[in-house]
């Protein structure tokens, strides 16, 4: 199991709208077979920040399936224009302790 961290920063002004956009999208993420679980978070320090983390089956799942499927023009299509830059994305897995 992998998680992807995406952090957005909404545009000036639209940071109610970039938040309700994201809740809309999610529901396109959670058509991916791979994906397993959905969260997002608002920031409370800079509440037009927003951190979306799901977790996909693998690494591969999110990268090549997700992001290079049919689903990721719709997803991004909910947010496009409401965030500024790129947004920041790493996938993290659970670490073990080495015996």
Known sequence: MVTEIAIF???SGKEDELGQA???GIEVLRQHPECK?????RCIENTGQYMLAVAW????????????????PQ????INGLFD??????????ASKEE
């Open 9 to 11: 920063t909404a545009v």
């Open 22 to 24: 994201i809740l809309r």
């Open 37 to 41: 679980s959905i969260r997002v978070s």
């Open 57 to 72: 089956s693998s690494l591969e799942a999110h990268t090549v399936d997700f992001r290079g499927g049919p689903l990721f």
């Open 75 to 78: 997803w991004r299509s909910h």
């Open 85 to 94: 830059g790129t947004p920041l994305v790493y996938h993290y897995q659970v």
